[in-house]
């Protein structure tokens, strides 16, 4: 029994290692443009370090933090006063860059990157803060969500309601996927209602680390090899005498 109880003492001492951000530019800290930009295929290029947004139809824009209220946007609305809604006030969580995309299904915005040395068979987890708008020159009530995908598998945050002019978040995910081989997309497609205001997510702080069990798991499994350790010793002195 003394040597299960020291067992438990030393695993309540150990603590996992930090787990290693598998994303390139998860803040969107890293870019070439110096301002707020649309960004994409055909639509001012691929500015924004480590990500693809996506062409065709599809809005993305990019915001430098602090700046989206004071500096215009390129893009095709025209709004010389700024992106979002004055209720949009909260810049990202720290106040630093991100990223918007349109959720009106005309336009859904959509932003992927491809995820390299992961292990197949093993669990990811994916973390990442958002929130929902529309824009300053738009009035009516939207709802808006992501869908986030990891290779062939699609998860989805809750549709959010916002009252006209209104904005809400920002809001902490988390997410767990199965890797299915070395190498996976990650992708976040913007998924709103109505059409024509239109329903905006903004995205910041996104992290895909390998799933480690909680500190509780490491005490049960470390529990566990201990009494199976002490049941072998008392066997082994069973046999003995």
């Given at each position: 029994?003394?040597?299960?109880v020291?067992?438990l ?29 649309q ?5 001012g290029?691929?500015g ?10 599809q ?16 893009n ?21 860059n991100?990223v ?17 040395g ?15 708008s ?10 808006e ?26 809001f ?15 992708s976040?497609l ?21 799933g ?8 049960l ?16 002195r069973?046999v003995?005498?």
């Amino acid at each position: 029994m003394k040597y299960l109880v020291a067992l438990l003492v030393a695993a309540s001492a150990v603590a996992p290692a930090a787990a290693v951000n598998l994303v390139t530019n998860g803040g969107f800290e890293a870019s070439s443009y110096t301002s707020n930009t649309q960004f994409g295929a055909g639509f001012g290029g691929q500015g924004v370090t480590g990500w693809t947004g996506a062409g065709g139809n599809q809005l993305q824009f990019y915001f430098v933090g602090g700046t989206q209220t004071t500096t215009n946007a390129v893009n095709q609305f025209g709004d010389p006063q700024g992106y979002f809604r004055p209720n949009f006030s909260t810049l990202s969580p720290n106040g630093g860059n991100f990223v918007a995309l349109d959720g009106d299904s005309d336009y859904r915005g959509q932003i992927s990157q491809t995820l390299n040395g992961l292990t197949a068979g093993k669990k990811y987890d994916v973390t990442f803060s958002w929130a929902a708008s529309q824009l300053r020159n738009r009035t009516g009530a939207t709802t808006e969500q992501l869908l986030v995908g990891f290779g062939s598998a699609t998860q989805a945050t809750e549709v959010v309601a916002v009252p006209s002019e209104g904005f809400r978040g920002w809001f902490n995910e988390k997410f767990s996927f199965t890797a299915g081989g070395a190498s996976q997309v990650l992708s976040f497609l913007s998924v709103g209602t109505p059409n024509g205001l239109p329903p905006i997510a903004a995205l910041h702080g996104v992290s895909v680390v390998a799933g480690v069990p909680e500190p509780s798991a490491w005490l049960l499994m470390i529990a566990g090899f201990g009494l199976v350790g002490f049941s072998a010793r008392r066997r082994a002195r069973g046999v003995a005498a």
